[in-house]
């Protein structure tokens, strides 16, 4: 099956909704919550969990839908065996973000921009969009998870 959610991801962003919202929410289709349920549960991981700027938000909700698709789950009998096969699978999605952007760090991501970790979000303006590059973070995270898709089904 051909999935193609990045364009969707970067839709959301650009409506206003946060990196990890915009990813963890274009995937409601393959993690079977509604998008209300999805947007709320992924909003404490925008802008580098809770605008702290540690792990990109993006990569946070790829990791998410990964771990609803393929996660393992100890109390139904999962073992190390499975444990460590999905960890392995969590630090290739992360090799694959950073063969494109160097980092799965929002501070190092937003480079050359003023940063802070101020929890006030910034306005959503014209200008915030021409130099904001989190929409190109959004549709890498949800095109790697595409692949993911396509590869294991």
Do not use: W
């Amino acid at each position: 099956m051909k999935y193609d959610h990045a364009e969707k991801a970067a839709k959301l962003f650009s409506e206003g909704m946060n990196c990890a919202q915009s990813v963890f929410v274009a995937f409601s289709d393959v993690t079977g919550l509604d998008e209300e349920l999805s947007a709320r549960l992924a909003s404490s991981f925008g802008a580098g969990m809770g605008r702290m700027r540690e792990v990109c938000g993006a990569v946070s909700a790829m990791f998410m839908v990964a771990g609803i698709k393929y996660g393992y789950d100890p109390a139904a009998g999962a073992d190390d065996k499975e444990k460590a096969a999905h960890y392995k699978r969590i630090q290739d999605l992360a090799e694959e973000f950073r063969k494109e952007h160097d980092t799965i760090i929002c501070r190092d991501l937003l480079k050359g921009l003023s940063v802070t970790n101020d929890p006030q979000p910034e306005k959503r303006t014209e200008q915030y969009y021409k130099v904001r590059p989190c929409v190109r973070f959004v549709a890498t995270a949800a095109g790697i998870l595409d692949r993911l898709l396509e590869e294991n089904g």
